[in-house]
């Protein structure tokens, strides 16, 4: 494993313990309209993200399956769906500003379901992370240095802003602040393990690699849509979110092309 690679999946993980930093500089509370922009720029990034760097590079490696090369995307898409809906169901947790818990009924903590909310969340933009990287290290695929840079750089971009809004809430729950960075950062932590254990597994990921790419593709929308954007639209009507989410859209599509 290539210090570049090493360096690559810990991007991400970088983001998040800068957002989470946050809490030693900012109000115990983000404003509904902030979290708003935040929430909105979070799921431009990633759905730019599922279509540039997992879902198009998908098809690509599918092109010798010609009009059929839609296939494995879908097929992997669907799983990456189900198979968050299967995490969703299982885990107990909590998303922000919400009121009652979702998955099996449980005696945590609200703030330990906070936690494992945002993990869950997590873990498809490792697995995107880590297919990437495998697919670059294999040196079998079409998948380019800069192109992987570029998901990793704009994952982390995403991940600053949901490091503010993990950490800030949970010093604002009764959390000190110290507790509050080290739980966000601990929140993100499943991302370069997860970004490792794909790698590890190179071998077995490369003859599947576009299934697996559109996996992660569908594990990252499902988290959008299913999350992110009904917090970004809760509360009063406020068009912020919908312009944050094209800012974030754009700045990823960008970087993909320009670095891939």
């Given at each position: ?18 957002g989470s ?5 900012m109000r ?10 935040l929430?909105?720029f979070?799921?431009?990034?990633m759905v730019?993200?599922?279509i ?23 097929a ?5 769906i ?7 169901s299982?885990?107990?947790?909590l ?16 703030t ?5 909310a945002?993990?869950?969340?997590n ?8 297919v990437?990287f495998?697919g ?15 998901l990793a ?14 950490s ?12 509050a960075?080290?739980?966000?950062v ?8 997860g970004?490792?254990?794909?790698i ?8 599947a690699?576009p299934?697996?790419?559109?996996f ?17 639209s809760?509360g ?12 974030g ?7 993909d092309v320009a670095?891939?």
């Amino acid at each position: 494993m290539t210090l570049y690679v090493l360096e690559g999946i810990m991007i991400p993980f970088f983001g998040t313990a800068l957002g989470s930093a946050c809490v030693f500089f900012m109000r115990k509370n983000l404003s509904d309209m902030i979290r708003r922009a935040l929430t909105g720029f979070a799921s431009g990034v990633m759905v730019a993200a599922s279509i540039w760097s997992l879902i198009i590079p998908a098809m690509e490696q599918s092109a010798g399956l010609g009009k059929m090369s839609f296939l494995p995307s879908c097929a992997g898409f669907w799983l990456g769906i189900l198979f968050l809906l299967m995490l969703d169901s299982i885990t107990p947790h909590l998303h922000l500003n919400a009121d009652k818990a979702e998955g099996p009924r449980s005696e945590l903590k609200r703030t330990t379901m906070m936690l494992l909310a945002v993990t869950l969340h997590n873990i498809p933009e490792g697995m995107a992370v880590g297919v990437v990287f495998a697919g670059l290290l294999s040196g079998n695929t079409s998948i380019t240095g800069g192109g992987a840079l570029a998901l990793a750089i704009g994952i982390a971009i995403q991940n600053f802003p949901e490091g503010a809004i993990i950490s800030m809430p949970l010093c604002a729950e009764g959390k000190s602040r110290g507790r509050a960075f080290a739980d966000g950062v601990l929140s993100g932590a499943v991302e370069p393990v997860g970004a490792i254990l794909t790698i590890l597994a190179a071998g077995f990921i490369i003859p599947a690699m576009p299934y697996l790419l559109s996996f992660a593709a569908g594990a990252m929308m499902y988290v959008v849509v299913e999350e992110l954007i009904p917090e970004m639209s809760a509360g009063e009507h406020s068009n912020v979110g919908v312009v944050m989410f094209a800012a974030g859209f754009t700045l990823m599509m960008a970087l993909d092309v320009a670095l891939g």
